[in-house]
């Protein structure tokens, strides 16, 4: 099969599903099931009344309409700005005003002031569309850096397609499949692995809701994504595991896979997990494959089209010997366009010879084998696969008005990886008073950010451990877990 020809071309081309190539359960999702010819009706419909914006907000939430919203502007050639449906107030604000969205297509928050364009679900249209441009960007994904605010990775549909394109060769992922995950569809992970990968395999796709163990142990699926947190959750429960046995393969990425939930992982289904690593900004380039080895911490070799290598902190190389540590930097087919209006710290991210540079720190071996070792910036917390910048989460700490300072560090957690924690100084405030105020700033940052970027626990100090340069010592913070 050529997995060369460009986004949906092949996945919801009209004539295929006329010619009798209809998935008669494409996607199930929130308990309803859509064909693909269902899936093509509507979303054309969709893009029928997107097709004049350039750019639209969609709350992305695990349901039809947000399924239908995605493919109608693929469709139609229209750029999605997906939005976490828990976003906050200082969150809702920066990725409307950032990206330029001019509407909502679907579900919308309130008060926001932008139109909103409905999806109806029942609709149906059979117009045709040509291809749009493959250059033209598919998605802005919002992304949180190490300081300030999320930015907006700008994803063609040419890297789109070919990131897919990789995955399906390294997994020999095909129509006979059955992709079943449970993971919010504003990432990488969820939305263009997990929603657009199987409308271009053409392999069912049953979305769990929570992505539970019962959940995955209940669905009967071939391939299964998740989070290492979903995993370690698994692997908790021996009996949901045991059905995963039948599995083609149990997929982990987005955070480091520990190495006793792997051992676990395949002590309960027999199963050893295929370990794939990636970021937003260059999708997924690294991977164990479905026909190679698979080795405990360590997250395979370059996917097609990829190439990788390691840097010092000069620029110089770092040889691939399987234990000296570097810079990982990528290049390949499926990488990002830039940040939306950031061109100077797009710059920064690419090498003057033209690789980007992860912020991850790995080990390559002999045979091409990578492990990431961890990042660059301790600023830059990954909590159960979501990426959390410290920066955005101090500066809404700061606005709330009882904190003076505040430190933001990702502490090891065994569920989730890593877990958000705030140092903070309060105002004119000790004893049972701070004691009372932890929840409140919980709350506080839940609601300006999006609920998964809270810190999970409050520490009042009187004061932050600094440097004689005044600079907060984060690793004196992390040290006292
Ligand atoms: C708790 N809740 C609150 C709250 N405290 N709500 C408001 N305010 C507060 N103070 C509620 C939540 O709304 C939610 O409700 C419930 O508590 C649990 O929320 P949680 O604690 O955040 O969920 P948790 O169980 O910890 O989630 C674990 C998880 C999740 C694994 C399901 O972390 C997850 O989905 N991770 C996936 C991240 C991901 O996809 N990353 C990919 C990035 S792309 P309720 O009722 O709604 O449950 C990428 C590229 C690549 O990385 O390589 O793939
Ligand atoms: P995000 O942009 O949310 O996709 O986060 C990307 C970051 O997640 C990477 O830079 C890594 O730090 C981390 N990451 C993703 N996959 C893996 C993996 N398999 N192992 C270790 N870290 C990972």
């Known amino acids: 099969m050529s997995f060369g020809s460009p986004l949906l071309l092949r996945s919801l081309n009209p004539l295929a599903v006329a010619a009798g190539a209809d998935i008669p359960d494409a996607v199930t999702i929130d308990g309803t099931t859509l064909s693909r010819s269902d899936l093509l009706g509507a979303a054309t419909s969709v893009a029928e009344r997107v097709a004049r914006a350039d750019r639209v907000a969609v709350l992305a939430a695990p349901t039809v309409t947000t399924v239908l919203a995605v493919v109608g502007c693929l469709i139609a050639g229209v750029t999605v700005v997906p939005v976490p449906p828990d976003s906050g107030e200082a969150e809702l604000a920066h990725i409307l005003a950032d990206s330029g ?12 002031g932008l139109p909103v364009v409905p999806v109806r679900v029942h609709a149906r249209s059979w117009h045709t569309y040509s291809e749009p441009d493959p250059s033209s960007a598919a998605f802005i994904l919002y992304t949180s850096g190490t300081t300030g605010l999320p930015k907006g990775v700008i994803l063609t549909r040419r890297a789109i397609a070919a990131g897919l394109d990789a995955l399906a060769d390294a997994w020999s992922w095909t129509a006979s499949d059955v992709l079943v995950h449970g993971l919010p569809l504003f990432h990488v992970h969820g939305l263009i692995l997990g929603v657009l990968g199987p409308l271009r395999v ?3 796709l049953i979305h769990t809701g929570k992505p539970t ?17 979903v995993w370690s959750r698994v692997v908790e429960d021996p009996e949901s595991a045991r059905h995963l046995s039948k599995a083609r393969l149990l997929v982990s990425g987005s955070a480091p896979l520990p190495v006793p939930v792997f051992e676990k992982l395949r002590e309960l289904t027999g199963q050893s997990p295929v370990e794939r690593y990636g970021m937003s900004e260059t999708m997924i380039t690294l991977s164990t494959r479905a026909d190679g080895e698979r080795r405990p911490g360590w997250v ?7 190439r990788t290598r390691l840097r010092d902190e000069t620029g110089a190389p770092v040889p691939h010997d399987g234990e ?3 810079g990982l930097q990528v290049s390949g087919p499926m990488l990002f366009d830039g940040y939306l209006n950031r061109p100077e710290v797009t710059a920064e991210s690419w090498t003057e010879d033209g690789w980007f540079r992860t912020g991850d720190v790995a080990v390559i071996d002999a045979e091409g084998f990578h492990r990431i070792v961890g990042r660059e910036s301790v600023d830059l917390i990954k909590s159960g696969g979501y990426r959390i910048g410290a920066g955005e989460v101090e500066t809404v700490l700061l606005g709330h008005p009882a904190v003076a300072e505040a430190a933001v560090v990702g502490l090891p957690d065994d569920d989730l990886g890593q877990r958000v924690v705030a140092f ?11 004691d009372d105020i932890e929840s409140e700033i919980i709350d506080h940052v839940a609601q300006q950010l999006s609920v ?20 907060v010592q984060k690793k004196v913070l992390a040290s006292g877990n």
Request: net charge positive; no cysteine.
């Open 324 to 326: 000296s540590i570097g």
């Open 101 to 112: 969205a001019q509407a909502w297509l679907g579900e919308a928050p309130d008060g926001t």
């Open 300 to 306: 395979g070799t370059p996917v097609a089209g990829v």
């Open 213 to 229: 163990p019962r959940a995955y142990a209940q669905a009967k699926g071939t391939l299964y994504f998740g989070v290492p947190t």
């Open 452 to 471: 998964h970027k809270r810190p999970r626990e409050v520490r009042v100090l009187t004061a932050l451990p600094r440097n004689a340069m005044g600079k």
């Open 202 to 204: 053409g392999s069912p």
């Open 424 to 434: 903070v100084v309060l105002r004119g405030m000790s004893g049972s008073a701070a």
